[in-house]
């Protein structure tokens, strides 16, 4: 099992420009959730899915912000256009289940700069 | 809404020493999980140890183990001989374990540093 994998690791990208985060859940875990970790505000959910629909989008900050999931292996997280207030870490997770008995699984993060 | 709160935003402690990382929480469900996790400078988030609330007993995962108070809404991070491998930000989180997961919430964190 090779975890939930995210790419890229790091981005630079300049203000205005199209920003595309990929996240690969572990298999057979129906649930993936997408995480933003900033200094000011830790770690808060953006958005989560279930079997591959999204459910509940309402810690998306704005229309600029956009996640996907088109099929159960693969995700992701877009943004257009880009701003310096953007830049964070970006974290995919998964779960196997609702309840979070198992907890959640995360890549590697990504970790987003606009300049 | 519920809310974690870390009222520790940094430990030290001796190699070798014993140290514990608060935690409290509010909701006003009564079945949860409550979780602590590791973020070292990899930046991976690693699971360390998971309560659930339903029971008693406190976990135990080798050198870690909790102290979980449910009446005081308090789960605590108990980490013996500390190991400079433990050096890293931990976040206590919380998730309510009905149905429609709605995402894990986490606190602040506490910076744990390693003094060798």
């Known amino acids: 099992d090779a975890g939930v994998i995210q790419s890229p690791r790091h981005e630079v990208t300049e203000m205005g420009q199209e920003v595309t985060l990929r996240c690969k859940p572990i298999s057979g875990h129906d649930y993936l959730f997408w995480y933003r970790q900033t200094m000011m505000r830790g770690l808060e959910l953006l958005i989560y899915?279930?079997?591959?629909?999204?459910?509940?989008d309402s810690g998306m900050p704005e229309d600029r912000f956009s996640a996907k999931m088109p099929n159960a292996s693969f995700s992701t997280l877009k943004i257009q256009p880009s701003e310096p207030r953007d830049s964070a870490v970006y974290f995919c997770?998964?779960?196997?289940?609702?309840?979070?008995?198992?907890?959640?699984?995360f890549g590697s993060g990504t970790r987003l700069t606009v300049v | 809404a519920q809310t974690v709160t870390q009222s520790q935003p940094e430990m030290s402690v001796q190699e070798a020493e014993t140290v514990t990382l608060s935690c409290t929480y509010d909701t006003s469900e009564s079945d949860y999980y409550l979780f602590w996790y590791k973020q070292p400078p990899s930046r991976q988030m690693i699971l360390v140890i998971r309560?659930?609330?339903?029971?008693?007993q406190n976990a135990t995962e080798n050198r870690f183990s909790v102290n979980f108070q449910k009446a005081a809404k308090s789960f605590s991070l108990k980490i013996s001989d500390s190991q400079l491998g433990d050096a890293a930000m931990y976040f206590c989180?919380?998730?309510?374990?009905?149905?429609?997961?709605?995402?894990?919430?986490f606190g602040k964190g506490t910076h744990l540093i390693i003094q060798p």
């Open positions: 309560q659930e609330a339903y029971k008693q």
């Open positions: 997770a998964s779960s196997p289940i609702s309840s979070g008995y198992y907890g959640y699984t």
């Open positions: 989180a919380y998730k309510w374990s009905g149905g429609g997961a709605d995402g894990l919430t």
């Open positions: 899915f279930n079997n591959n629909v999204p459910i509940d």
